[in-house]
């Protein structure tokens, strides 16, 4: 089956981003494929390289990094969600004249309409949150 | 993938300040709207209070996003469905909500209620022949 993944919680706060995270990993396991992972509201907190758990902790970015990296996955950050909240790439750093990025090199910044295609293209929606 | 329209149901739960959820769940339904899928909304639980109309954010604060739930008409959004258990649960009756209108194009631009109030069970009746359902 094809699934759009959409995450709205950050991480370590909530659990949904790891619950997320499980169902994606398990999904691409058997075989399934993921059209598109959507990082919303506190979600985009996800996409920052700058993340520094505790040693004996998972890094939920960085794990999400490296499935996308095994199985080529689509990680889009929302740029509306991304730009309240101080997540930056190269090009939104260059158009609202910020002096530093810090999303993960794997993720990328996109709109909402990425959302909505995926939601189009998939078999089924996943909404992980409250 | 077969590009036919897909029924597009977008859950209002939450209040609408206090969290961010109802404002960037409006942005959603206003970039979809670009996508021309059928698209409904519905309201629930503290949900209902986004659309109570003389909202006056100004002591909190807050930017008050209420006007544009006026402009979704315009966007092909005419299918509002408020849960009638969460109205009365709350205290709230339908003329405690904002008089939101669209203008049927096939029938000489006649204005049109947006809002019809639903029981619980017919909800579950709308959820369950959706094909996306957003949860916010």
């Known amino acids: ?130 | 993938m077969s590009e036919a329209i897909k029924k597009f149901l977008y859950l209002n739960r939450r209040a609408p300040y206090g969290t961010i959820y109802a404002w960037e769940s409006l942005e959603v339904v206003l970039i979809g709207a670009a996508f021309d899928q059928d698209v409904s909304l519905a309201f629930l639980d503290d949900g209902v209070y986004q659309i109570v109309k003389g909202q006056d954010t100004a002591a909190i604060e807050m930017k008050n996003f209420s006007p544009t739930y006026a402009a979704l008409g315009d966007y092909d959004v005419t299918k509002l469905y408020v849960e009638k258990e969460s109205l009365e649960e709350r205290g709230l009756t339908i003329d405690d909500l904002m008089d939101l209108k669209w203008e049927d194009e096939d029938e000489d631009w006649a204005e049109k209620d947006s809002i019809k109030v639903v029981s619980r069970f017919e909800l579950a009746r709308i959820m369950e022949g959706q094909d996306v359902v957003f949860s916010f």
């Open chain 1, 1 to 130: 089956m094809k699934f759009a993944i959409q995450i709205n919680e950050g991480p370590y706060q909530h659990q949904a981003s790891d619950s997320a995270y499980l169902f994606t990993k398990t999904a691409l396991e058997k075989g399934h494929e993921i059209f598109r992972v959507f990082f919303y509201h506190d979600g985009v907190n996800n996409g920052t390289r700058l993340t520094t758990p505790p040693q004996d902790d998972r890094h939920v970015v960085n794990r999400w990094a490296e499935l996308g990296e095994k199985y080529d996955l689509d990680l889009v950050v929302c740029v509306a969600a991304a730009q309240r909240r101080g997540i930056v790439d190269d090009g939104e750093a260059e158009r609202n004249g910020k002096d530093a990025t810090n999303i993960h090199p794997r993720f990328r910044i996109s709109g909402l309409g990425q959302l909505v295609e995926a939601a189009i293209q998939s078999e089924r929606l996943m909404v992980f949150g409250d």
